[in-house]
């Protein structure tokens, strides 16, 4: 479930900002290693399903728009969700294994 909203959340967020206000959340239940690490995952590939995801997605795609390369939102959607579908079941078995 920590990983599921890691990568949710992070869309609207961006990953730093989603970590560091969600970590002080998660130490006041069982400060596992599961669930420490969890939110790092998530929020990691988070970053490949949206230009959203993070920082420095938005920062590349506004430097290619500059030097007329346009990656719309769509495109970015499709190959991300190939790449972050695969690392999401990754870290699941991964930290499941824990």
Do not use: C
Not at 12 to 30: K, R
Not at 33 to 62: C, K, Y
Request: aromatic residues 8%; proline residues 5%.
């Amino acid at each position: 479930m920590i990983l599921a909203t890691s990568v949710l959340l992070s869309q609207f967020i961006s990953n730093v900002p989603f970590v560091a206000l969600y970590l002080p959340l998660l130490s006041h239940l069982d400060p596992s290693v599961e669930r420490m690490m969890a939110p790092a995952a998530g929020s990691t590939i988070a970053g490949n399903l949206t230009i959203l995801g993070a920082a420095s997605n938005v920062i590349i795609v506004q430097n290619g728009e500059r030097r007329g390369t346009a990656i719309t939102f769509s495109d970015f959607l499709k190959a991300g969700a190939l790449l972050t579908a695969p690392n999401l079941l990754i870290y699941w078995i991964f930290l499941a294994v824990l």
